[in-house]
């Protein structure tokens, strides 16, 4: 079945520093891949999303590109901020369902220091 | 426009008892699936109603059970509670774009079960 895999955290960097959050998949086919930010107390946000290879999704900063031959979908940020410390989940909407069943990767949290 | 709304928000109930999750998703999707997160196995799928019919099940017991009424609002039961079933219930609906489902999460119901 599909399956995300994503980097364990918790990640800790200090304001302004480079992030990367590692993600990759197994799926049947193309699926649509996302990247969901969860701050404290709240649910999911959809943060951005790719739904074809090469595919970048951008948002708030945030960018992560679409790698078919990799399988991969790695979330990058140039200068981190406080406000950024969340949880981060990756996750796939596979063909093999109706189109509506996301698969989660286990979320990494990003704690930013001033 | 208003988001996804779920109640109550904090739920506290005894092993054995049942309980039923409410879910009113944005004005327009209709559809709505439900999620299940807990610290040791992550965001889980349970399941997805189109249109007041059940599309998509995931992996869960009998025990969780679902429905949609006729204005997209859902519902989710819980019977005979176990300890493990403590979690942040999500809800989230969906509206189709043309290649892929977006969906559109709520605050969720934090269950906690003595």
């Known amino acids: 079945g599909d399956s995300v895999t994503q980097m364990e955290g918790p990640v800790t960097l200090s304001e302004e520093a480079f992030l990367t959050i590692n993600c990759t998949y197994t799926?049947?086919?193309?699926?649509?891949l996302f990247w969901y930010v969860q701050y404290p107390g709240e649910g999911l946000q959809l943060l951005l999303k790719a739904t074809k290879a090469d595919d970048k999704g951008s948002n708030k900063g945030f960018e992560a590109t679409y790698r078919k031959e990799t399988t991969s979908f790695h979330l990058e940020k140039g200068s981190v901020q406080v406000s950024d410390s969340a949880v981060y989940f990756c996750?796939?909407?596979?063909?093999?369902?109706?189109?509506?069943?996301?698969?989660f990767g286990g979320g990494t949290r990003l704690m930013v220091k001033p | 426009k208003a988001g996804v709304t779920q109640t109550p928000r904090y739920l506290i109930k005894t092993r054995g008892q049942q309980v039923t999750l409410s879910c009113s998703p944005i004005s327009g999707h209709r559809s709505v699936s439900w999620y299940q997160q807990t610290p040791g196995q992550g965001l889980q799928f349970l399941f997805e109603y189109f249109s007041e019919t059940q599309r998509n099940k995931g992996n869960f017991p009998g025990r969780f059970s679902g429905r949609q009424f006729s204005n997209s609002r859902s519902e989710m039961n819980v019977s005979t509670l176990e300890l493990g079933d403590s979690a942040l219930y999500l809800c989230a609906s969906s509206l189709k774009t043309d290649s892929f489902y977006e969906q559109y999460f709520g605050p969720g119901t934090r269950l906690t079960v003595t």
């Open positions: 799926a049947t086919g193309y699926p649509s």
């Open positions: 996750a796939l909407s596979g063909l093999n369902n109706a189109g509506n069943m996301l698969t």
